[in-house]
């Protein structure tokens, strides 16, 4: 059966539903009245329909080239939340800017005002390359490499209003760095270039074809090096390589990951080799991943000594229209009206002088920001989840939100525990990479359907960058507290000097593994889509169910099928390790 996707893309180019929405807004056309193909096409354009929103409205998601933002269009998408949405902003895990609770009239006045200061919304969802970013505080750090912001601006125009390359077979990931600090995010990243100095010279390592999502993967390392005016040209092949013999056939193998591991590392050097018009240095070394996370919230004095950076902490990415309007007046009155959106959910305000730190600091507070966090501020993270997003099976800032109030008042200390939630296998909270991970399921039990989390240990930074482990299925969300409390106070118990959380939760659990006898025990789990009763069996459920073609969100797995014993009492793992690496494969 032909991918429904691929035919209605080449039914009418994406590109050209924009006439069509700007007929919907002049109408008010209900979205229960706009073909289905029409509601996709909108996010070549920036809108994601949001059927949970009643009536039926749209969220507005805002590119944010490595991440630099200025007063005034900070201050214009703090206006568009308040006269056109919900009045918040959240801030996403590509540094991005999204506006909830638009409504259909909205959408082409939206694109209007975004464009009169200089910011644009296109191809920021679907089969499209997202946004690209650096490091946020690229251009001001001391000891940085390389400034990659307009290399991140570069990469960016190559693509942006290309037919060509807004038709890939699935999305794309890219991002750079120029320090030699390489977080654990870069080895979840279709494409990432990762400067390093050789023998005077500033080159770019790269990574390749990793993903988070229902089958993660870290990266290949690709062994050559890049120089930074090669780095549109290779970019340019390999979206080249991946249009032209990437897979259209399955939407669930049509990420880069699958077309490397058909035609491996040496296939992708072969065609870059034939393609590109200069060679690629050889390179055989990998990217050592950082010791630690990206501090990003405080004061960062910058490169001029005279100036400082102030990161300000935004619990799990949510501020209101206020927030970041007031954001953008601070920016103007202390600094020189420049900030920065961080893929960690966060936001900075940069070039402030010494001697305004501490008025700045106060009008960020008067706002409800501060540059001072607490560890459960800054080592969380959730998606949006069901509250809006079509296709979440759980809740998750609400449940983050009072999770977190509730181990505060537990007393538990979170030394550098990161703890993040997705609201389903999707991982747009990059939950494998955490130390705790959190994916968000439906369970069937007897007395009901209720929300709950798969809990994943163990990912992230532990000597090398690794997947999270299955520990316990299908956790109620009034469980989670005590659980984390548990598994966070038997690490401070029983780990070795120097052991990592996630260190001392990979030993045991793969200790634990060993000890099984095989895999005879162990049974996929059973879903049941509860809108028709069908049965799926697998690790999760489908993004569709192919009886009654009801959305993943109505699918609740069997408790008796699939209980939520712990993993050392099942042999969930074995399948999960034999497609995910616990380092990147050179």
């Given at each position: 059966?032909?991918?429904?996707?691929?035919?209605?893309?080449?039914?009418?180019?994406?590109?050209?539903?924009?006439?069509?929405?700007?007929?919907?807004?002049?109408?008010?056309?209900?979205?229960?009245?706009?073909?289905?193909?029409?509601?996709?096409?909108?996010?070549?354009?920036?809108?994601f329909?949001?059927?949970?929103?009643?009536?039926?409205r749209?969220?507005?998601?805002?590119?944010?080239?490595?991440?630099?933002?200025?007063?005034?269009?900070?201050?214009?998408?703090?206006?568009?939340?308040?006269?056109?949405?919900?009045?918040i902003?959240?801030?996403?895990?590509?540094?991005?800017?999204?506006?909830?609770?638009?409504?259909?009239?909205?959408?082409?006045?939206?694109?209007?005002r975004?464009?009169?200061?200089?910011?644009?919304?296109?191809?920021?969802?679907?089969?499209?390359?997202?946004?690209v970013?650096?490091?946020?505080?690229s251009?001001?750090?001391?000891?940085?490499?390389?400034?990659?912001?307009?290399?991140?601006?570069?990469?960016?125009?190559?693509?942006?209003?290309?037919?060509?390359?807004?038709?890939?077979p699935?999305?794309?990931?890219i991002?750079?760095?120029?320090?030699?600090?390489?977080?654990?995010?870069?080895w979840?990243?279709?494409?990432?270039?990762l400067?390093?100095?050789?023998?005077?010279?500033?080159?770019?390592?790269?990574?390749?074809?990793?993903?988070?999502?229902?089958s993660?993967?870290?990266?290949?390392?690709?062994?050559?090096?890049?120089?930074?005016?090669?780095?549109?040209?290779?970019?340019?092949?390999?979206?080249?390589?991946?249009?032209?013999?990437?897979?259209?056939?399955?939407?669930?193998?049509?990420?880069?990951?699958?077309?490397?591991?058909?035609?491996?590392?040496?296939?992708v050097?072969?065609?870059?080799?034939?393609?590109?018009?200069?060679?690629?240095?050889?390179?055989?070394?990998?990217?050592?991943?950082?010791?630690?996370?990206d501090e990003?919230?405080?004061w960062?004095?910058?490169?001029?000594?005279?100036?400082?950076?102030?990161?300000?902490?935004v619990?799990?990415?949510?501020?209101?229209?206020?927030?970041?309007?007031?954001?953008?007046?601070?920016?103007?009155?202390?600094?020189d009206?420049?900030?920065?959106?961080?893929h960690?959910?966060?936001?900075?305000?940069?070039?402030?002088?010494?001697?305004?730190?501490?008025?700045?600091?106060?009008?960020?507070a008067?706002?409800?920001?501060?540059?001072?966090?607490?560890a459960?501020?800054?080592?969380?993270?959730?998606?949006?989840?069901?509250?809006?997003?079509?296709?979440?099976?759980?809740?998750?800032?609400?449940?983050?939100?009072?999770?977190?109030?509730?181990?505060?008042?537990?007393?538990?200390?979170?030394?550098g525990?990161?703890?993040?939630m997705?609201?389903?296998?999707?991982s747009?909270?990059?939950?494998?990479?955490?130390?705790?991970g959190?994916?968000?399921?439906?369970?069937?039990?007897?007395?009901?359907?209720?929300?709950?989390?798969?809990?994943?240990?163990?990912?992230?930074?532990?000597?090398?960058?690794?997947?999270?482990?299955?520990?316990?299925?299908?956790?109620?969300?009034?469980?989670?507290?005590?659980?984390?409390?548990?598994v966070?106070?038997?690490?401070?118990?029983?780990?070795?000097?120097?052991?990592?959380?996630?260190?001392?939760?990979?030993?045991?659990?793969?200790?634990?593994?060993a000890?099984?006898v095989?895999?005879?025990?162990?049974?996929?789990?059973?879903?049941?889509?509860?809108?028709?009763?069908?049965r799926?069996?697998?690790?999760?459920?489908?993004?569709?169910?192919?009886s009654?073609?009801?959305?993943?969100?109505?699918f609740?797995?069997?408790?008796?099928?699939?209980?939520?014993?712990?993993?050392?009492?099942?042999?969930?793992?074995?399948?999960?390790?034999?497609?995910?690496?616990?380092?990147?494969?050179?």
């Amino acid at each position: 059966m032909a991918n429904p996707i691929e035919t209605w893309k080449s039914e009418k180019h994406p590109f050209e539903v924009w006439h069509d929405v700007e007929s919907y807004a002049e109408t008010r056309t209900p979205m229960d009245q706009i073909d289905a193909p029409d509601l996709e096409r909108m996010k070549w354009h920036g809108f994601f329909y949001r059927k949970r929103d009643a009536p039926g409205r749209y969220m507005n998601r805002i590119r944010v080239t490595a991440g630099e933002l200025s007063a005034e269009q900070a201050r214009e998408i703090a206006h568009l939340a308040y006269e056109y949405g919900h009045g918040i902003v959240d801030v996403t895990t590509r540094a991005n800017l999204q506006v909830q609770g638009l409504e259909i009239e909205h959408l082409p006045k939206a694109v209007a005002r975004l464009t009169q200061v200089g910011l644009n919304c296109k191809q920021t969802g679907h089969d499209n390359i997202r946004n690209v970013f650096a490091h946020p505080f690229s251009g001001l750090m001391p000891g940085e490499l390389i400034d990659t912001r307009q290399l991140c601006h570069d990469v960016t125009e190559l693509f942006i209003d290309s037919r060509e390359y807004s038709d890939l077979p699935r999305k794309l990931n890219i991002c750079l760095n120029g320090t030699e600090s390489h977080s654990a995010h870069f080895w979840t990243q279709d494409i990432s270039y990762l400067a390093t100095e050789v023998e005077g010279d500033v080159l770019f390592q790269v990574l390749l074809a990793g993903t988070q999502g229902q089958s993660p993967r870290l990266a290949w390392h690709l062994p050559v090096l890049v120089r930074p005016e090669q780095v549109v040209e290779v970019t340019r092949s390999i979206l080249d390589l991946f249009r032209a013999k990437g897979s259209r056939k399955k939407r669930n193998r049509a990420r880069l990951r699958y077309l490397v591991e058909a035609i491996g590392i040496g296939g992708v050097l072969e065609w870059l080799e034939h393609d590109l018009p200069f060679p690629l240095q050889p390179c055989i070394a990998a990217p050592v991943p950082a010791s630690s996370h990206d501090e990003l919230i405080g004061w960062f004095r910058q490169g001029d000594p005279k100036l400082w950076t102030m990161g300000l902490s935004v619990p799990l990415g949510r501020m209101t229209w206020r927030q970041l309007e007031g954001l953008a007046l601070l920016s103007r009155r202390w600094g020189d009206g420049q900030l920065r959106t961080t893929h960690e959910q966060g936001i900075a305000v940069v070039n402030i002088p010494t001697g305004f730190r501490d008025a700045a600091a106060t009008d960020a507070a008067a706002l409800g920001l501060g540059v001072q966090a607490d560890a459960f501020e800054l080592n969380t993270m959730a998606c949006t989840g069901s509250q809006f997003c079509n296709i979440a099976v759980t809740e998750t800032k609400g449940h983050m939100f009072q999770l977190i109030e509730k181990l505060r008042k537990r007393a538990l200390k979170l030394h550098g525990i990161r703890i993040h939630m997705s609201g389903c296998p999707s991982s747009c909270a990059q939950h494998f990479t955490a130390d705790i991970g959190l994916k968000g399921v439906r369970v069937r039990r007897l007395i009901g359907t209720r929300e709950g989390f798969d809990v994943y240990l163990g990912g992230g930074l532990a000597g090398q960058v690794h997947m999270g482990l299955p520990y316990k299925l299908g956790v109620d969300v009034d469980q989670l507290p005590t659980l984390i409390e548990d598994v966070a106070n038997e690490y401070y118990l029983k780990h070795r000097s120097g052991q990592t959380f996630s260190a001392y939760w990979r030993e045991k659990l793969h200790a634990a593994e060993a000890e099984r006898v095989g895999g005879d025990d162990y049974r996929l789990p059973v879903w049941l889509c509860e809108a028709c009763e069908c049965r799926h069996t697998g690790e999760d459920p489908p993004v569709f169910c192919p009886s009654c073609a009801g959305l993943r969100r109505n699918f609740a797995r069997l408790e008796e099928e699939c209980g939520s014993e712990n993993v050392t009492e099942r042999v969930h793992a074995a399948q999960f390790h034999s497609s995910t690496p616990t380092q990147p494969v050179s």
